[in-house]
């Protein structure tokens, strides 16, 4: 079971990148995904989740420069970025769980490897 996270890179202040995350190994296209991030000397925190339908929830923080989707029939998990700044900053993960939606990492089984943002001033 694997989740590949691509799309990180270096931007600009008020830039946008779109992050993906694909799986391989098993369909998590019924279950709940998630993206976290983690910046250098801090815990992994909450960005975003969604349901298999589509429901949503993003971390204030990021609410309207943000949003979370999905393609079922691709098996992918989107993670659009506008308006970035540099406290978006950070090692970006995808991760997938069995059950209800999460905002707590630790309930997450299944991690993609991180992909790397960062947005300069």
């Known amino acids: 079971v694997q989740l590949q996270a691509f799309g990180g890179g270096l931007v600009q202040v008020g830039g946008s990148l779109r992050l993906s995350c694909g799986a391989s190994?098993?369909?998590?296209?019924?279950?709940?995904m998630g993206w976290f991030r983690q910046a250098p000397g801090k815990e992994r925190e909450f960005v975003a989740w969604?349901?298999?339908?589509?429901?949503?929830k993003h971390v204030d923080s990021v609410k309207g420069r943000f949003t979370i989707s999905r393609d079922n029939a691709k098996d992918t998990v989107y993670l659009q970025m506008n308006s970035l700044k540099p406290e978006d900053t950070a090692i970006y993960y995808c991760?997938?769980?069995?059950?209800?939606?999460?905002?707590?990492?630790?309930?997450?089984?299944?991690w993609g490897q991180g992909t790397l943002v960062t947005v300069s001033s």
């Open positions: 991760a997938g769980r069995d059950g209800m939606p999460s905002s707590d990492y630790r309930a997450y089984k299944y």
């Open positions: 190994g098993r369909t998590f296209s019924r279950r709940p």
């Open positions: 969604i349901t298999w339908s589509g429901s949503t």
